[in-house]
């Protein structure tokens, strides 16, 4: 994350060390951990049954993804968080700036990576799509 670090033990558990301010570091209680991503205000993990935890702040519900499962990748933009699903589907919650949670058009995504207030998908057929845009 911009202030804050996760790491990843072998037995599921996540260390973080780093600036607390938002929560983003409230992981003790996460168990069978097998992904994480951190971004500046936010901590996210994948369990072994595909669920997503996420700590820290919540001003644009981007914490909010209970409803998300069979999860295979995460990443944490600038109030946003985007989540890959099994199937090839993507999910998104929290801050839209420029349009970037609105992600019912990808299919086939096969990796994501999330920025500021843009993320990129790539699918099955190696085409990059970026949803949302750089700040300017």
Known sequence: GGHHLTALCEDGRVF???YNIYGQMETKEWK???YTASGTRNTAGIDKYRKVHVAGDNFY?????????????VDIGDGFIVGLKSNGTVVAKGRSIYNVCNVEDLKNIVYIDASDTYFVA???KNNKIIKGRMRE
């Open 16 to 18: 973080t060390a780093g």
């Open 32 to 34: 069978d951990i097998i």
């Open 61 to 73: 519900g981007q914490c909010n993804v209970d409803d998300w499962s069979d999860i295979v990748s």
């Open 122 to 124: 790539i699918d099955s």
